[in-house]
C-alpha cells in the first residue's frame, strides 16, 4: 500500500551499480531503509541529491512492517536547501549530526514530536547566518526530552554521566553556560571559547552513549573540531 510521508536522510549505501538504499527517519513511520533504484545512473539528472545528508524530503512510499527495506514511489525536496549542503562549516555539522541521528535513530518508531522539532531545527539552521558554531549542541541536548531521556538541566547531566561511569568537573560558569545551551531557543548569541565547545560536545556525545547501545565511534567528529577550530 501506498503512503505519504516527509523524510530526513540519515545517510546511504551503494546498492548494485545505479542504485541505493538510502535511511530515512520518516514522519509517519519512524526510521526506514529504502531501495532508490537508477539514482546513481547517467539518465537520473541529478536524482542522487535528494539524498544528501539530511535533506528533507517530501514521499510517497510503499510500507509493508513485515519487510526490513521497503520502496519509494516518488520523492522531491518538501524543502530546498540554500547554504547546509555548501557552507563547509555547516555542512561539516550537518554530516556530523547525520551520522550521530542514523545510529541514535536507527530503532526508532514513529515519533511526531522529534520529526516535527528537527525538521523545523534545520530549516532554520539553513537560513541561521549568525552564531552557528553552536547549533549542533543545542540541538543535540534539546533532541534528548524528545527521545525520552532529557536531563532536567546541566547538573542533572553531569550527574548522570557520573551515574554511568565518567567523571566531569565543571565550574559554576561553565554549568549556566550549558544551561543556556539547553535552555535558550536554537541561534541565541552564546558566547564560549572554541575549547569549552569541544568539552561540551564530548560531554553530549557521552550523555548520549550512556542512553544508547547504538552510538560509538563518530567518524566525522574529528573533520567537524578541525573544521570549527579553523
Known amino acids: 500500500m501506498l503512503h505519504h510521508t516527509q523524510g530526513i536522510v540519515l545517510g546511504t549505501i551503494k546498492y548494485s551499480e545505479t542504485s541505493i538504499i538510502a535511511r530515512v527517519f520518516t514522519r509517519k513511520f519512524g526510521s526506514q531503509s529504502y531501495i532508490v533504484n537508477g539514482v546513481r545512473s547517467k539518465k537520473s539528472r541529478g536524482k542522487i541529491a535528494l539524498y544528501q545528508p539530511l535533506s528533507l524530503l517530501d514521499m510517497v512510499v510503499y510500507y509493508k512492517p513485515e519487510k526490513d527495506i521497503q520502496r519509494i514511489s516518488e520523492a522531491r525536496f518538501s524543502i530546498s536547501y540554500q547554504s547546509i549542503p555548501f557552507e563547509p562549516t555547516k555542512r561539516a555539522i550537518g554530516i556530523f549530526l547525520m551520522e550521530v541521528f542514523s545510529k541514535v535513530l536507527r530503532n526508532e518508531s514513529e515519533n511526531e514530536?522529534?520529526?516535527?522539532?528537527?525538521?523545523?531545527?534545520?530549516?532554520?539552521?539553513?537560513?541561521?547566518?549568525?552564531?552557528?558554531?553552536?547549533?549542533?549542541?543545542?540541538?543535540?541536548?534539546?533532541?534528548?526530552?524528545?527521545?525520552?531521556?532529557?536531563?532536567?538541566?546541566?547538573?542533572?547531566?553531569?550527574?548522570?554521566?557520573?551515574?554511568?561511569?565518567?567523571?566531569f568537573s565543571?565550574?559554576?560558569?561553565?554549568?549556566?553556560?550549558?544551561?543556556?545551551?539547553?535552555?535558550?531557543?536554537?541561534?541565541?548569541?552564546?558566547?564560549?571559547?572554541?575549547?569549552?565547545?569541544?568539552?561540551?560536545?564530548?560531554?553530549?556525545?557521552?550523555?548520549?552513549?550512556?542512553?544508547?547501545?547504538?552510538?560509538?565511534?563518530?567518524?566525522?567528529?574529528?573533520?567537524?573540531?578541525?573544521?570549527?577550530?579553523?
Do not use: C, W
Not at 548522570?160 to 565518567?166: I, N, S, T
Not at 565547545?197 to 542512553?211: C, G, M, S
Open 170 to 230: 565543571l565550574v559554576t560558569d561553565e554549568l549556566n553556560l550549558l544551561d543556556r545551551l539547553m535552555n535558550e531557543d536554537i541561534g541565541e548569541s552564546i558566547s564560549i571559547s572554541n575549547s569549552f565547545r569541544r568539552d561540551v560536545l564530548d560531554h553530549i556525545i557521552k550523555f548520549y552513549q550512556a542512553h544508547t547501545e547504538s552510538l560509538k565511534e563518530i567518524k566525522s567528529l574529528e573533520i567537524l573540531k578541525t573544521v570549527m577550530s579553523s
Open 113 to 167: 514530536s522529534l520529526y516535527s522539532f528537527l525538521e523545523k531545527s534545520l530549516t532554520f539552521f539553513d537560513h541561521q547566518s549568525e552564531y552557528i558554531n553552536n547549533f549542533h549542541l543545542q540541538l543535540l541536548l534539546k533532541a534528548t526530552t524528545f527521545m525520552g531521556f532529557g536531563p532536567q538541566d546541566g547538573r542533572d547531566l553531569i550527574y548522570q554521566l557520573e551515574e554511568a561511569g565518567f567523571h
